[in-house]
């Protein structure tokens, strides 16, 4: 059975019905969740606040919009709350209808999805491993619509800055996911999100459910030109953002201790986790985030469904790489996690691979 065949990692329940172990046993290497864990005050809310969940939730979050717009210095007409980035991805291009959209690929899966479900057809460019995954120019992408991760699922990779002023200047409509960009410490400087609220031609996607550890709670919010907010907001399911959801999102976007933790460990333990793969003879490619892309290219023998089962069969679980378009079965991606579970990581790799 496939461990992705939902379409994601970190899919606990397949793996405890592929392999017999518990869900709270397994080693998740496979979603790229902040490995801290929800900030306590996830907790301490949902304790004192779960009568609330009696009423129905505002159905315009007003009171997160307005955090969101304070935090990131935009107006609030320019954000759109949703039920996890994934609703939005969906939104957007159901609202917009782009006849044709120009992908990255390898990239997140649900870009493709979204376009076909609304009608649509996706050009791919690819992304070379020669040139470490990193999007170099803008030139096979005059086209209507493109959709961009940025950074990118799964290489971990920031756009160029100049390659996204080609884009403004083709006149692209910009579609740009940046789910993971806050793990990346020049995340203000960046970001999209400020052009986003004022320019017609730039959307951005942005995930509370990475940084925050909080999938199972679902919430994301998009920046846009205001009128278009109007519009996107008239598509959206009722009530689709939680009572719970719009809690934990005001309170966590206060999180700054939390925050500077995140940003401080992953400056020291991508470097090191990157290395020790490396001296296992793993190929890793560079990451602005907190996941690594690693190839399996110069291990004879092995293949990311090999190594996948033999480290399940450990209670590892990786993401299998070769599914997302653009890569051969020679690749896996892994989230980064604290010391003490990648140390497990690589003695478990290195007995697999001996
Ligand atoms: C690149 C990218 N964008 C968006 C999402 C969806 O995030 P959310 O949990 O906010 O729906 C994911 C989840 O894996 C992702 O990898």
Known sequence: MKLERYGHGGDLATATEAYGLPQESWLDYSSNMN???????????????????????????????????ETYRIPAESILVGNGAAELIDLVVRVFKPEETVLARPSFSEYEEAVLKAGGRTRSVLLRE????????????????????????????????????????AGSRMIIDEAFMDFVPDEEELSYIRRASESEQIQVIRSMTKFYAIPGIRLGFMVAHPDLIRRLAEAQTAWSVNFLAQLVGEAVLDERAYAERTKTWLLEERPWLSGELRSLGLVVYPSDVNFLLVSLAGLEGWNVGRLQRAMAGRGILIRDASLFEGLNDSYFRIAIRLRPDNERLIKELKECLR
């Open 35 to 69: 490995p801290w864990g929800p900030p306590e005050i996830v907790g301490e809310l949902m304790k004192e606040h779960w009568r609330d969940v009696a009423k129905y939730p505002d159905p315009a979050v007003r009171r997160l919009r307005a955090k969101l717009s």
């Open 130 to 169: 020669e040139r470490m995954f990193e999007l170099a120019n803008a030139r096979e992408f005059a086209s209507g619509a493109v959709f961009l991760g940025h950074p990118n699922n799964p290489t971990g990779r920031l756009i160029p800055a100049h390659v996204l002023d080609e884009l403004r200047e």
